[in-house]
């Protein structure tokens, strides 16, 4: 079945240090990817997506490139911020053929940590 | 409101109590999902509606939990008979394809814990 398998945290950086989170899935249809964020105590919020590949999502300077060939969908940010510390999710849909939605499937989440 | 709405936030009950847990979608989207989130599983798929259709009900983890969805809008996660392993956050989140693709919407989730 599908699967997302993300690197396992947690991930502790000085502020302003490059940040790369590791992401690669498996899927039998056409996904579309995500990377969700919970900062503490509140809620998941989608951070970025793509929807084919090569398509790059991304949001408050975060970037991830949809790589076909390599199944991954790695997370990056060139300098993280104290503000940035919350765990990172990354997830899945997996379309049918003909556009119908399907459930999120989520990695184990990854929980990043900036020290100032 | 804007969001997706749950209640309530938090629900403390006793072992073998039924619990019963509200989800209201962002007004005019058409899919509702219940997720749970717990520290052993993470995050985990339970429940799909789409429109009229049938629900996807295959990631129910037994027959103790059910979930309907009256007109298409508010939804309604019952737990029978809890059991400590219940203990977890609830999360419910909506979609419309039309306006935003696959992109689901998380509400803020239910506490539920088991004594």
């Known amino acids: 079945g599908d699967s997302v398998t993300q690197m396992e945290g947690p991930v502790t950086l000085s502020e302003e240090a490059f940040l790369t989170i590791n992401c690669t899935y498996t899927?039998?249809?056409?996904?579309?990817l995500f990377w969700y964020v919970q900062y503490p105590g509140e809620g998941l919020q989608l951070l970025l997506k793509?929807?084919?590949?090569?398509d790059k999502g991304s949001n408050k300077g975060f970037e991830a490139t949809y790589r076909k060939e390599t199944t991954s969908f790695h997370l990056e940010k060139g300098s993280v911020q104290v503000s940035d510390s919350a765990v990172y999710f990354c997830?899945?849909?997996?379309?049918?053929?003909?556009?119908?939605?399907?459930?999120?499937?989520f990695g184990k989440g990854t929980k990043l940590s900036v020290k100032p | 409101g804007a969001g997706v709405s749950q209640s309530p936030s938090n629900k403390v009950t006793e072992k073998g109590k039924d619990v019963e847990l509200r989800c209201d979608p962002i007004?005019?989207?058409?899919?509702l999902y219940w997720y749970r989130q717990s520290l052993g599983q993470g995050l985990e798929f339970l429940i799909y509606?789409?429109?009229?259709?049938?629900?996807?009900k295959s990631g129910l983890p037994s027959d103790r939990f059910s979930a309907e969805r009256t007109g298409g809008s508010v939804s309604t996660l019952t737990i029978q008979r809890t059991q400590q392993e219940d203990s977890a956050v609830y999360l419910c989140?909506?979609?419309?394809?039309?306006?935003?693709?696959?992109?689901?919407?998380f509400g803020p989730g239910t506490r539920l814990t088991v004594l």
């Open positions: 899927a039998t249809g056409y996904p579309s």
């Open positions: 793509a929807t084919k590949a090569d």
């Open positions: 997830a899945l849909s997996d379309r049918e053929y003909g556009g119908s939605q399907g459930n999120l499937i």
């Open positions: 509606f789409q429109g009229n259709s049938a629900p996807d």
């Open positions: 989140a909506s979609s419309q394809y039309q306006i935003s693709g696959d992109t689901q919407y």
């Open positions: 007004s005019g989207h058409t899919a």
